[in-house]
């Protein structure tokens, strides 16, 4: 039976018809809709490789069954940056040495992202340490890590002062 | 080799800098492209069934359930598996393991694959395999270090020597006034790269393409060919980024072999990714160790001897026996030093090198019991540690190629404040009531150097090109590598393309052993300066060159130019000498490896200090490290920042080791029962506060051309060690087990 | 997963009636289809209850008490700042539970109806009375570390791994639940049950019932200024209980007048304690009162195998927990929640 999805995924709408209720929304994006920078580390929700936002908040893409989120927003790393210039995100992972192999690192991004969203960790490193947690990184780079998620949470806050002001 | 480092004039400005990741831009943005995120035309998906059982014998599946799930193309099983052209079960090549590809229905170890199905889609491939249902002829699982008899080994791990002893060991133990004599465990742990061990499988004709992470590129070309009947020529593998590795990528396994089976057998591309529980088996892990260290000193606090016997677990079909009582040897200067090293054979899959192998547990329990030592006496650990200071190699007595360790010792306790630590356990708290305890301990890692190749080319446009077939699953090779290239070259980075991760490039090496950037590194380095001597060269004896007539000598690259040194009138750029030659590029080519005299020569090892502070409720025991401090020397850093970042992994993974990692069995049936990420802890962020790392200034003219050492392993050594004695330092409980758990400091309390 | 037919009703009546025997309710799916995956559950038909309006709320009703939608996130639950407000122990245990990703999708409902972690019934090669009636309970005698001290049975050994769900049995909430008979209530209590010779059955729901809300009574906003949940595990964050407490305290000149405890990852559902904490009335607060009555809280525990260890970190635990809320809610959400490692945790 086919079931009609549509999303908007990086601001693009995508119609797919879903011939199985039990594609994830990871699979959907790595195996159906040619995103493969979401990553599968454990496919369980225990290591937060496979992170992106779904309307506009950070979830484990691993356990949500794509054909419940009919109208939904999905932004995944690839529609992250704004044309050749970084996310402020991004350019703190680098900056900061937040990756070593790299493929936690969407996820952590997605998920950094997600956490400033939410406005609860602000500048304070042990709130993002708790913050950044559901996020596995074997190579451990958490330090850098942390320090990506401190420097760009600061450098946003002062963009949105400078332009609210 | 030379005796003194002559620092290589021509060695530019790119070494040294502590410039962020080249694929830094390709990694947060989702562009780099790991194994599974290939997806040719018509790619069919693989999922394997892993066995539920440790010993025994399949006796049933049920293929036609399996095969009648919609999108299920075939299901592979021992009744229709095509034979190997290479057996399995042969070694008749270095590195080999053996392991199991569905060649007949026997099960030695839990999660081993007893079927594989191939589907259209995952979803499809993932519920046929359910379907299987695998029954079996179960014996009794043998796991755990009580899981056998020990066995005398006939070879360590990697070749190295079962026993070495090093003085009169008897003589040693006489001469003790104070001893220890203690037992020490670690469990089996597993690698759990973040990435999963993936392959895309294709073949054409008998030509094999593989897009797969792999540490060991154009070794396991030939492996492959070995193992299909193909020649090595033929398989071309693909392996741009791993999502980790950690020595599990670096070696054929099953899983990988039946996908590629696969592919061969229903004519279309194969894509298979293991599930997280699937890693817990057939991709090689951690052997668990139980290791017996006897300590002896005299009056002075002179070590007399140092005795370290070992016994680790292997699988019944194979041998990797951790090499752990190896970490007694280089390190202290005792006068009499025995390692020895015994297996126990269980129903699990062969262990493999997984970071620091040997190294990481054996360090782990010699730290712990020289504290238990300084202890005994009532002397601070780092003062022992420095009574017994090896200025030369203990044992062989071969001076080291370079040692700052105490100035490791120094920087690294002088940061961390070590000063003024209580001698006794039990004696700090913090504001909050939480016992404090400060440990630390000693890092060292061999300085390997394995063999690899490369080559450099200079092109008419003036840009370079550099190539070798290395491999980056993390480290930082796409970024350091270059760093190096780019100054065999003598040009600035961004006129530089650097090639690695494919097997159609010249052999890289192995990326493992804490060796790569030495390896690969130099490899490159002659490379270049190949490149640059030719070069040199054709300037030299053209008289329309301002170089005409210099000698080769003195002449030195910079920036794209060579110069005359001390006449800077005296130089040309690179495009046009090569204009004036013809314009063809000019190639040049490089190896590197250390040859036997050279290594014999000196002791070559990174060295490093570790200190920890611990935190511990003192009613509920739970346990976190508020304080990590490590001071390495290793020889030349080419990345500063990277360099940073390999050696906190390093030291994260120490506290995996110490407080974390242990897969638990449930000994009647040999499985494991924690085989997921909520179940194995690794560290998570919240774990990870107050980390920092020094590095101490080391030129080291004989380890290598390039004065590199490794800087991928050390980190974990020295760590672990730290954080047990400062766990003791904290509550007064002395745990011989690691993971060191809350119910272990309730039992001891 | 075992192939299942979707349905995606708007309303409650809807999903009930779209209810048959081996059809499971999905909501924020963070534990229905990882059990999915690995086989454990395996449901012909898969109700979205995702869509159905109006139980995305958190209002306060005429009566006083609390009412939280069985949709609400986790998240939103706890960051809900007129919530945490007045129920800081909630927030506190909300936080302290798995990841902030999962906290986004998982419902409070779900949360509710989150199965245990046993390994043993995770994995569906294994005999489990829980998970397939009759089959056995391969738990007992294997990996037992994390297993049940208390109220466990012959037939399984497992413990509820929810943190909310402690927090909520102390306070004593009321679920409200809708079947085909109509709407009902069950007392917290009662939600969840213990194993005894049928622990196949695990919640006080009948088939086809559907949790609507969770709802707090008046009362339970009394206690703001003395709450606490604490857990111990083996890492800072991102780990089950190895055991957990809730307490709550309501303190008047020097004295408890009313105190609420319960202990949690030690059974099969959270285990509230009324003896213990009616021996609390009356007195004021202090170690030897606060071990005393932990002691009564351990009545009648056991080890179900090498996990002997629990109870005497179960009573421990719940000596800390009232400590602390004697001590008093922090005047804002730990940076690491319900953990011992912190400015707020104070030994």
Known sequence: MLSPLTLTVNGTRRDVMLDDPRVTLLDLLRERLALPGTKKGCDRGQCGACTVLVDGRRINSCLVLAITLDGAEVTTIEGLADGDALHPVQAAFIEHDGFQCGYCTPGQIMSAVGLIAEGQAGDDPDRIREGMSGNLCRCAAYHGITQAVLDATRRMDADSKRTAA | MSDTLVQPTRFGSNSGQPITRRDGIAKVTGAATFAADNHPDGVLHAVFVPATIARGRVTHLDIAAAKAHPGVVEVIHPGNCPKLAGDPESKNFMFAFRFDALQNSNVRYANQPVALVLAETIEAATAGAALLAPQYEAEPARVGLDGGVPYPIEIGAFGSPVQVVHGDIAAGHYAATKTVDVIYETPEQYHNAMETHAVVAHWDGDHLTLDMPNQAIVMSCAAYGFYFGIPAENVLIRSPYLGGGFGSKAFVNGPQVLAILAARMVGRPVKMMLRRDQMFGPTGHRGATRQRLRIGIDDAGSLTVLDHEAMATTSTFDDFIEGAANASHGIYAAPAIRSTHQGVRVDIGTPGPMRGPGEASGSAALECAMDEMAEQVGLDPLEFRLRNYAETEPGTGKPYSSKALRECYAQGAARFGWAGRPLAARQMRDDNGLLVGWGMGTALFPSPMFAAKARAVLRADGTGLVETAAADMGQGAWTVLAQIAADSLGLPLDRLEFRAGSSDLPDGGVAGGSGHTATAGGALHTAGQDAIRRLTALAVADPASPLFGAGNAGVFARDGMLHVPGDEGRSEGYVDIIARAGGAAIIGTGSAGRSAEDGERHAMYSHGAVFAEVKIDPDLYQMRVTRLVGAFAAGRIINPRLTESQLMGGMIWGISFALHEEARFDKRTGRIMNGDFAGYHIPVNADVTGLEVITVHEDDPHVNALGIKGVGEIGITGTVGAIGNAIWHATGSRVRRFPIRIEDLLALA | ?347
């Open chain 3, 1 to 347: 997963m075992t192939p299942f037919e979707y349905a995606r009703p708007t309303t409650a009546a809807d999903a009930i009636a779209a209810w048959m025997p081996g059809a499971a309710y999905l909501a924020g799916g963070t534990n229905l289809v990882d059990l999915m995956k690995t086989g454990t559950a395996r449901p012909g038909k898969v109700i979205d209850i995702g869509r159905i309006g109006g139980l995305d709320r958190i209002e306060t009703l005429a009566d006083g008490s609390t009412r939280i939608g069985a949709l609400v996130r986790n998240a939103d639950l706890a960051h809900d700042a007129g919530f945490a407000e007045v129920f800081p122990m909630v927030a506190e245990a909300l936080l302290s539970g798995a990841s902030g990703q999962l906290r986004n999708a998982a419902t409070v409902g779900g949360n509710l109806m989150q199965r245990t972690r046993c390994a043993y019934f995770m994995d569906p090669h294994s005999a489990c009375n829980r998970r397939s009636s009759g089959s056995g309970c391969s738990a007992s005698g294997g990996d037992t570390g994390a297993m049940a001290i208390l109220g466990w049975s012959d037939m399984c050994i497992a413990t509820n791994p929810s943190d909310f769900c402690v927090a909520l049995a102390a306070l004593g909430a009321v679920v409200e639940v809708q079947g085909r008979g109509g709407p009902r209530e069950i007392a917290f209590a009662d939600f969840h049950h213990l194993p005894k010779d049928t622990p196949e059955n695990e919640t006080a729901l009948m088939p086809g019932e559907i949790v609507l809300a969770i709802r707090l009574p008046a009362e339970a906003a009394d206690f703001r200024k003395n709450s606490r949940y604490v857990k111990l595990r083996e890492r800072t964050s991102y780990a089950f209980a190895l055991v957990s407490a809730a307490a709550a305290l309501r303190l008047e000149g020097g004295r408890i007048i009313a105190a609420r405890l319960a202990i949690g990852a030690v059974a099969a559902k959270p285990w509230r304690v009324p003896g213990a904490e009616a021996m609390l009335i009356g007195q004021a607060p202090g170690p030897e009162l606060f071990a005393a009555a932990a002691a009564v809280a351990l009545t009648g525990a056991k080890p179900s195998g090498d996990n002997g260890h629990k109870i005497e970190l179960a009573r421990r635990i719940a000596i800390r927990a009232l400590t602390l809320a004697a001590t008093g809610t922090p005047a804002r959400m730990p940076a690491f929640p319900a953990s011992l490692f912190g400015d707020d945790a104070h030994v």
